[in-house]
């Protein structure tokens, strides 16, 4: 059975907020979709390659005074039905995290413990950071986006990163100290 590429869903679903050009899409994704789902600049344009191939996708090129043309994606209606069908399932699998602090820890008593503690300590500051921009988009959002379609849903999913990333702070305070005793 062959994996079901996701991104391909997740750049359909980009093209409903409005981005319609690879710009515009890797701007989205590096403003939000970065925080839990990865996709490179790389396959931006191959998966909006594959769509219109697909017939989930048209493609226009606009003409821009003074710039080569742009190219301008729009879902067909095809692609309306695959969004809503991909969305309708329910998800394959909770899926497994990959976390290099963890596969640390798992092997750390081969490592004086203070330097255990940097690392979570150093992860914590990560960790700390991420929430504050979580604050950030949160605060973006209600001031300047609530009249979005998509903003009730933008918020939800931005309240499952700052509880998971708020747990992360606490189990890294937690576990200095279990390392300090």
Not at 24 to 38: A, E, P, R, T, V
Not at 89 to 96: F, Q, R, S, V
Not at 110 to 123: G, L, M, R, V
Request: charged content about 25%; some cysteine.
């Amino acid at each position: 059975m062959t994996k079901e590429n996701h991104t391909k869903y997740a750049i359909l679903g980009l093209l409903t907020t409005g981005c319609h050009s690879g710009y515009s899409i890797k701007q989205m994704i590096d403003g939000s979709l970065n925080h839990f789902w990865k996709i490179s600049y790389g396959q931006i344009y191959p998966t909006l390659k594959q769509l219109v191939e697909e017939g989930l996708a048209t493609v226009k090129d606009t003409t821009q005074t003074g710039k080569p043309n742009k190219k301008e994606y729009y879902l067909t209606s095809d692609g309306k039905t695959a969004l809503q069908s991909w969305l309708n399932n329910p998800i394959e699998a909770i899926p497994t995290e990959k976390n290099e602090l963890l596969l640390k820890l798992f092997f750390s008593r081969h490592q004086h413990a203070d330097i255990t503690i940097n690392q979570i300590d150093h992860y914590l500051n990560q960790l700390t950071e991420r929430y504050h921009t979580y604050l950030s988009i949160e605060q973006l959002i209600t001031e300047n986006l609530l009249d979005q379609a998509d903003s009730p849903f933008w918020l939800i999913t931005l309240d499952y990163g700052k509880r998971t990333t708020k747990a992360a702070i606490e189990w890294c305070e937690d576990t200095q100290e279990k390392l300090k005793e």
